[in-house]
T-cell receptor, first 111, second 113 residues
Framework: GQQVMQIPQYQHVQEGEDFTTYCNSSTTLSNIQWYKQRPGGHPVFLIQLVKSGEVKKQKRLTFQFGEAKKNSSLHITATQTTDVGTYFCAGPKGSGYALNFGKGTSLLVTP | NAGVTQTPKFQVLKTGQSMTLQCAQDMNHNSMYWYRQDPGMGLRLIYYSASEGTTDKGEVPNGYNVSRLNKREFSLRLESAAPSQTSVYFC????????????FGDGTRLSIL
């Protein structure tokens, strides 16, 4: 079935540095979703991208969907300690009701 | 507004014991899901129910059964627990149609000795 691969697996940055995580699929995706999971918490939906080349911003977070709809990225500008957590991308599975989650990128921010 | 409620939050079982994890949502969502999360493995789908009355296998269904009791409730049963089923289990729900965002419960931390 469709798989989404995420890199890097871990990232450790100093507060104020930028951070980017990448998500890649071998097949074209109809859409991609991003989730954040704080340590000890549950995944929380951040955003959905649908259109080829789409770029969406949420404050310091910028999400992009590739032109071929096979890759996506999440960029955080000037990280803060509140950004700590694991970021997951997810693509549709089969009929589209279920999702295939990437393995996530765990971000650690040191003050 | 409670969202997705999972019970219990923590459980320790002995190998071979059975257990049912409960999940209920109050958002009038049609679709519900069960995932397990293990270190370095991300979220793996066990079973899902696209709508009341239907269930489908996910990526890792072996050793589990599910019941969509009604629109609100979706339970996960371990008939004979094994140490390999030690994990954090998340229930999620989503609204009508495909490609909907999923809303997760707080999880059940299950240890099998």
């Amino acid at each position: 079935g469709q798989q989404v691969m995420q890199i890097p697996q871990y990232q450790h940055v100093q507060e104020g540095e930028d951070f980017t995580t990448y998500c890649n699929s071998s097949t074209t995706l109809s859409n991609i979703q991003w989730y954040k999971q704080r340590p000890g918490g549950h995944p929380v939906f951040l955003i959905q991208l649908v259109k080829s080349g789409e770029v969406k911003k949420q404050k310091r977070l910028t999400f992009q969907f590739g032109e071929a709809k096979k890759n996506s990225s999440l960029h955080i500008t000037a990280t803060q300690t509140t950004d700590v957590g694991t970021y997951f991308c997810a693509g549709p599975k089969g009929s589209g009701y279920a999702l295939n989650f990437g393995k996530g990128t765990s971000l650690l921010v040191t003050p | 507004n409670a969202g997705v409620t999972q019970t219990p939050k923590f459980q320790v079982l002995k190998t071979g014991q059975s257990m049912t994890l409960q999940c209920a949502q109050d958002m009038n969502h049609n679709s519900m899901y069960w995932y397990r999360q293990d270190p370095g493995m991300g979220l793996r789908l066990i079973y899902y129910s696209a709508s009341e009355g239907t269930t489908d296998k996910g990526e890792v269904p072996n050793g589990y059964n599910v019941s969509r009791l009604n629109k609100r409730e979706f339970s996960l049963r371990l008939e004979s627990a094994a140490p390999s089923q030690t994990s954090v289990y998340f229930c999620a729900s989503s609204g009508t149609g495909v490609n909907q965002p999923q809303h997760f419960g707080d999880g059940t931390r299950l240890s099998i000795l």
